[in-house]
């Protein structure tokens, strides 16, 4: 997990080291096993491809466009909000004093 097939001899030379310095013990299963390693396919094409096919079905978009809006009317909606309790705070003032 977290990893790609460059990390493989990486991760080999670590535990052979390990063993070399005792640390771990070797056992049939890590000798037999490290010489059948099978590789992952390389996801990234097909992750790319997928990307694309996201992208063609949401259509053609501006990320930064459709954020500058989204935080354009929340700031609005905020000050609208702030001019309203304005507006009830000072008319009720005067009604009561008018």
């Known amino acids: 997990m977290c990893s790609t097939n460059d990390d ?3 991760f080999l030379e670590f535990f052979e ?10 056992n049939p299963k890590f000798i037999k096993s490290k010489g059948n390693i099978a590789m992952l ?18 259509g053609p978009s501006n990320d930064t466009a459709d954020l500058e809006k989204m935080i354009l009317a929340k700031r609005q909606g905020a000050f609208q909000g702030f001019l309203n309790n304005l507006e009830q705070k000072y008319c009720q ?6």
């Open 8 to 10: 493989v001899p990486r």
């Open 17 to 26: 080291r390990q063993i070399t310095l005792g640390l771990l013990q070797s």
């Open 41 to 58: 396919a390389d996801e990234r094409a097909e992750a790319k491809a997928e990307k694309e096919k996201i992208k063609k079905k949401k």
């Open 93 to 98: 003032a005067d009604a009561e004093a008018g």
